[in-house]
């Protein structure tokens, strides 16, 4: 795996070689095109005024109407302007072609009079459609000894767009300077080009109509000491170019532009090795940062840092830097970076316990992996539930950190992993005395240790596995169920018993139901509930049942226990709730009324992902809530207090009935029948069986039903057996009976059979 400064140092590089590549290639100038409305949109700026454009408008064409016009109106022009003082008269109009003779002799005296004050175009034009030779024009003859003579060369990028205009260009054999060059008085060498300043706002550039300036209608003061454009601005007179940022405008619009970006001075196109260097700066800040927050701050904070820098030394210093390139690069590193930092982050959770910081059971069983003959040692909090009913997740988490703290003094290698909720495990070294290193632990795991400014006595016992020829994974569920035994022995430690054939049975079984489930072989029987009052069966008890197609009739004492303890009590219980109200959408069709009571595991209480199931199985059943009973017992609120009774007000909320189930076996019955919301209780068969004979266990019964009713409970007695218990029981008031006298457990098919005979008990 590569380590942290060789990745940064792989990314610095191959991201400024990119950054290079695509500089070089066409597409590094595309995206530079690209960019050049936002960099030049950044800050607009006015025009300074010193040009004037004297616009060839739809007006004046409408004015003068006859199209090419007489040069007897260019002359009134050019002497008005010269009257008015202008510094500058320059055309973007071609004269290489003869007109009307008065009018080319009109003009030529106003050009005379002008005394060199006016400039005319010259440029290279086809000679012919189907010959790329050009020829130069050229005023004609009549006018040339009176002007100067400039070019008036565009030449449009790829994609139709004018970004670069020309400091001079080479006409009849003669260097020529641009019409911008020539107003803005800058020499420079022919075909030579500069970047157009296109954050300049072309609507700020002052504009005269032609007709007005020929009679005389404009104020002198708009024309005095300013450089004057002449050209057409009429849609209909054509000479229209794109540009990134005005998009089409008149091609004397462009050479205004032109004119005052040089009259600022002249810019230059700057080697893209500069922003690139800069890049490489910021390239090297991403990669060194580590958080994803981290690395979207420094990735905006150096592209905002290149991009001022960059426009900084375009508006100042008139250098038009490279910058897509180097900005792109900049961004791609960022993302480059926070997905790594997400991919990081990923495995770094998959490999971490989220409360502890410690490595998990993945990173145990990784590491593992690429060692061989060490001694597995798997510790237990057995008191973890207790601790964290009174300490709460948080504390109890430091709890287990500082017992991991105190086993780092044997581990080998430094490494502690937290590999279950209340389970540590470390790892020594197979020529470790396993006694003298562990015994000499139970004195320091002896001390309490300090959590939530309390300190909290912990009860741990140890398991150890000497077998590595059994591999990593069966190793230490070797140590783990030996840690479970010393528990339950009373002892520190306990070695592993490698042959033990009950686990083996045991997690062959809990195989077995993941396909059981699957294939729909679990089966759902009813106990029949009858109500006292009204003489018939009035409820039912959901029971699974499992018949194994090699093993036979498998009891729901073995494995819904192994299902609570390998943690698949949830997706059995779901099956069976499933189960139940198909059955009860069947059966209620004809006895609206009957409800299905469902035992409800402790450990699902407080789970949210269960009672996010339930709730997704009621929103898509064609049943009430109400046609549901949710049976718990007492010890369901043990562990967590707060999340049982918040989940089971919760049921109650949306109309499911709670029951408590084995009523007087528990500890704290009282206390629980206060604080749990409770719709009924079942009283336990060993207190109603015989009540009818022992007076002890009838004043229980009599007492709890009186109590029950008190608190408006529902009273449910189990393990009715024979008629004289039954009699009883109606005697004492008692709501339910449920019994084999009643009937056992029995398939959906013969339930709807028992509910539509309808048939009492006579008692």
């Given at each position: 795996?590569?380590?942290?400064?060789?990745?940064?140092?792989?990314?610095?590089?191959?991201?400024?070689?990119?950054?290079?590549?695509?500089?070089?290639?066409?597409?590094?100038?595309?995206?530079?095109?690209?960019?050049?409305?936002?960099?030049?949109?950044?800050?607009?700026?006015?025009?300074?005024?010193?040009?004037?454009?004297?616009?060839?408008?739809?007006?004046?064409?409408?004015?003068?109407?006859?199209?090419?016009?007489?040069?007897?109106?260019?002359?009134?022009?050019?002497?008005?302007?010269?009257?008015?003082?202008?510094?500058?008269?320059?055309?973007?109009?071609?004269?290489?072609?003869?007109?009307?003779?008065?009018?080319?002799?009109?003009?030529?005296?106003?050009?005379?009079?002008?005394?060199?004050?006016?400039?005319?175009?010259?440029?290279?034009?086809?000679?012919?459609?189907?010959?790329?030779?050009?020829?130069?024009?050229?005023?004609?003859?009549?006018?040339?000894?009176?002007?100067?003579?400039?070019?008036?060369?565009?030449?449009?990028?790829?994609?139709?767009?004018?970004?670069?205009?020309?400091?001079?260009?080479?006409?009849?054999?003669?260097?020529?300077?641009?019409?911008?060059?020539?107003?803005?008085?800058?020499?420079?060498?022919?075909?030579?080009?500069?970047?157009?300043?296109?954050?300049?706002?072309?609507?700020?550039?002052?504009?005269?109509?032609?007709?007005?300036?020929?009679?005389?209608?404009?104020?002198?003061?708009?024309?005095?000491?300013?450089?004057i454009l002449i050209g057409a601005t009429a849609i209909e007179m054509g000479d229209r170019y794109g540009t990134p940022s005005w998009g089409v405008i008149p091609g004397v619009v462009v050479q205004a532009l032109a004119a005052e970006t040089l009259l600022r001075g002249v810019p230059t196109v700057g080697s893209m090795i500069v922003p690139l260097l800069l890049a490489a700066l910021g390239i090297a800040l991403i990669v060194s940062v580590r958080s994803g927050e981290h690395?979207?701050?420094?990735?905006?904070?150096?592209?905002?840092?290149?991009?001022?820098?960059?426009?900084?030394?375009?508006?100042?210093?008139?250098?038009?830097?490279?910058?897509?390139?180097?900005?792109?690069?900049?961004?791609?590193?960022?993302?480059?970076?926070?997905?790594?930092?997400?991919?990081?982050?990923?495995?770094?959770?998959?490999?971490?316990?989220?409360?502890?910081?410690?490595?998990?059971?993945?990173?145990?069983?990784?590491?593992?992996?690429?060692?061989?003959?060490?001694?597995?040692?798997?510790?237990?909090?057995?008191?973890?539930?207790?601790?964290?009913?009174?300490?709460?997740?948080?504390?109890?988490?430091?709890?287990?950190?500082?017992?991991?703290?105190?086993?780092?003094?044997?581990?080998?290698?430094?490494?502690?992993?937290?590999?279950?909720?209340?389970?540590?495990?470390?790892?020594?070294?197979?020529?470790?005395?396993?006694?003298?290193?562990?015994?000499?632990?139970?004195?320091?795991?002896?001390?309490?240790?300090?959590?939530?400014?309390?300190?909290v006595d912990i009860t741990v016992a140890l398991g150890v596995s000497i077998d590595p020829a059994a591999g990593c994974e069966r190793q230490h569920a070797d140590a783990a169920i030996a840690a479970e035994q010393a528990g339950r022995d009373g002892v520190f430690w306990q070695l592993s018993d490698t042959r033990n054939e009950d686990l083996e049975r045991s997690i062959s079984l809990m195989g077995e139901l993941d396909a059981a489930l699957e294939a729909g072989e679990i089966?759902?029987?009813?106990?029949?509930?009858?109500?006292?009052?009204?003489?018939?069966?009035?409820?039912?008890?959901?029971?699974?049942?499992?018949?194994?197609?090699t093993r036979g009739f498998v009891s729901p004492e073995v494995f819904v226990t192994l299902a609570e303890k390998t943690n698949r009590i949830a997706p059995l219980t779901l099956y069976v709730l499933q189960i139940v109200m198909k059955d009860l959408a069947v059966w209620r069709n004809d006895h609206r009324d009957v409800t299905a009571a469902v035992n409800i595991s402790a450990k699902l209480l407080s789970t949210a992902s269960f009672n996010a199931s339930v709730e997704d199985?009621?929103?898509?059943?064609?049943?009430?809530?109400?046609?549901?009973?949710?049976?718990?017992?007492?010890?369901?609120?043990?562990?967590?207090?707060?999340?049982?009774?918040?989940?089971?007000?919760?049921?109650?909320?949306?109309?499911?009935?709670?029951?408590?189930?084995?009523?007087?076996?528990?500890?704290?019955?009282?206390?629980?029948?206060?604080?749990?919301?409770?719709?009924?209780?079942?009283?336990?068969?060993?207190?109603?069986?015989?009540?009818?004979?022992?007076?002890?266990?009838?004043?229980?019964?009599?007492?709890?039903?009186?109590?029950?009713?008190?608190?408006?409970?529902?009273?449910?007695?189990?393990?009715?057996?024979?008629?004289?218990?039954?009699?009883?029981?109606?005697?004492?008031?008692?709501?339910?009976?449920?019994?084999?006298?009643?009937?056992?457990?029995?398939?959906?098919?013969?339930?709807?059979?028992?509910?539509?005979?309808?048939?009492?008990?006579?008692?």
């Open positions: 795996m590569l380590t942290r400064r060789r990745s940064n140092v792989l990314i610095a590089i191959a991201m400024f070689v990119v950054g290079v590549l695509i500089a070089l290639s066409p597409i590094g100038a595309a995206f530079d095109r690209a960019l050049g409305p936002a960099r030049f949109g950044v800050a607009h700026r006015t025009a300074s005024g010193q040009v004037v454009i004297v616009e060839m408008d739809a007006r004046s064409a409408a004015t003068i109407k006859r199209w090419p016009w007489s040069r007897t109106n260019y002359a009134d022009v050019v002497d008005h302007l010269r009257q008015a003082g202008a510094a500058s008269i320059v055309f973007d109009v071609d004269f290489s072609a003869n007109s009307d003779a008065p009018g080319d002799r009109a003009f030529a005296n106003a050009l005379r009079r002008a005394h060199g004050l006016v400039a005319m175009p010259t440029f290279g034009q086809s000679a012919d459609s189907s010959e790329h030779r050009t020829i130069d024009a050229l005023p004609i003859a009549l006018f040339r000894p009176f002007v100067a003579l400039a070019s008036v060369s565009i030449s449009p990028d790829a994609d139709g767009q004018v970004r670069l205009m020309p400091l001079g260009t080479i006409t009849a054999e003669t260097p020529r300077p641009s019409l911008s060059a020539y107003i803005a008085q800058r020499s420079g060498t022919a075909d030579a080009q500069f970047p157009v300043d296109m954050s300049i706002d072309p609507n700020t550039i002052p504009r005269l109509s032609f007709v007005d300036v020929q009679n005389g209608a404009v104020n002198p003061s708009s024309v005095r000491g300013r450089n690395i979207f701050l420094t990735t905006a904070g150096a592209s905002l840092s290149l991009s001022t820098i960059v426009l900084g030394a375009q508006h100042w210093l008139l250098i038009y830097f490279p910058l897509a390139a180097s900005l792109g690069v900049i961004t791609l590193t960022g993302v480059v970076c926070a997905l790594r930092e997400m991919a990081d982050r990923f495995r770094t959770q998959r490999i971490v316990d989220e409360l502890t910081g410690l490595p998990n059971i993945r990173a145990f069983e990784l590491e593992r992996r690429e060692s061989s003959g060490e001694t597995i040692v798997v510790a237990l909090l057995e008191n973890y539930e207790s601790l964290l009913a009174v300490l709460g997740t948080r504390a109890s988490a430091d709890v287990v950190m500082r017992v991991a703290d105190r086993l780092l003094l044997v581990a080998q290698g430094g490494a502690i992993y937290r590999t279950g909720e209340r389970q540590l495990s470390f790892a020594l070294a197979a020529d470790s005395p396993v006694n003298e290193s562990l015994e000499g632990l139970r004195a320091i795991l002896l001390r309490p240790v300090e959590a939530a400014g309390r300190l089966e759902v029987h009813y106990q029949p509930k009858y109500s006292l009052r009204a003489d018939r069966i009035a409820s039912v008890e959901a029971l699974v049942r499992w018949p194994h197609k199985l009621l929103a898509v059943a064609k049943i009430p809530a109400t046609a549901l009973i949710f049976e718990v017992t007492e010890s369901a609120a043990m562990s967590d207090p707060a999340g049982a009774v918040a989940a089971l007000r919760h049921y109650r909320e949306i109309g499911i009935a709670v029951s408590m189930d084995d009523y007087g076996t528990g500890q704290s019955t009282l206390t629980y029948l206060r604080e749990l919301p409770l719709n009924e209780i079942k009283i336990d068969r060993s207190f109603v069986q015989h009540a009818h004979l022992n007076r002890a266990d009838a004043v229980l019964v009599q007492s709890t039903i009186q109590m029950a009713h008190d608190l408006n409970l529902k009273v449910v007695a189990e393990g009715i057996e024979d008629i004289a218990c039954l009699r009883f029981l109606r005697s004492c008031g008692c709501d339910f009976a449920q019994g084999y006298l009643i009937s056992k457990a029995v398939p959906a098919h013969m339930l709807i059979a028992m509910l539509d005979q309808k048939a009492k008990i006579a008692a």
